[in-house]
C-alpha cells in the first residue's frame, strides 16, 4: 500500500499548505482530494510536486506492505 504520510511532513517542513500549493502553485485540487484518501495519482504530479517541494520521492511517498 502507498502512503503519502511522507507528504505532510514534508509540507509542514517547508513551511507549504495545501492551499499554497493549489492556489499558489497551480496544483489540482482533486489531486490533494486523493492524496488524502490515499488514492492513486500519476508518476507526472509526483514530478511535479517533487519539483515544487525541492525534493526526493521517498518525501512524498512510502511503500507499507499489507499486513
Do not use: W
Not at 492513486?40 to 512510502?62: H, N
Amino acid at each position: 500500500m502507498i502512503s503519502y504520510k511522507p507528504f505532510y511532513q514534508t509540507l509542514h517542513k517547508k513551511g507549504m499548505t495545501e492551499y499554497g500549493l493549489i492556489y499558489g502553485q497551480g496544483l489540482s485540487a482533486n489531486t490533494i482530494h486523493r492524496m488524502k484518501k490515499g488514492e492513486a495519482i500519476t508518476t507526472k504530479t509526483l514530478d511535479t510536486l517533487c519539483s515544487i517541494l525541492k525534493c526526493r520521492v521517498e518525501d512524498i511517498i512510502e511503500y507499507k506492505a499489507d499486513e
